[in-house]
């Protein structure tokens, strides 16, 4: 995290994509108090594929259907 002042923002403001870039947040402060936090809108973290998130799931060992017979014929 980085801290710079309204001031050094102005004159940092070509260079602001790659500094939030580097840093991930930016605290902006006036006076010495934090006024504004910049954070990229899109984090590190991409979203898997459904393929990856079928892969990932255990296996059942009952099949499915054998369960919801179950639990029709309980009622």
Do not use: N
Request: charged share 35%.
């Amino acid at each position: 995290m980085r801290e710079m002042t309204v001031r050094e923002l102005r004159d940092a403001l070509s260079t602001i994509e790659s500094l939030v870039e580097r840093e991930r947040e930016v605290v902006l402060t006036k006076h010495g108090r934090p006024l504004v936090k910049l954070v990229p809108l899109h984090g590190h973290a991409s979203v898997p594929s459904h393929a990856d998130l079928r892969a990932a799931m255990p296996l059942m060992t009952v099949p499915s259907e054998d369960l919801v017979r179950e639990d029709r014929d309980r009622d």
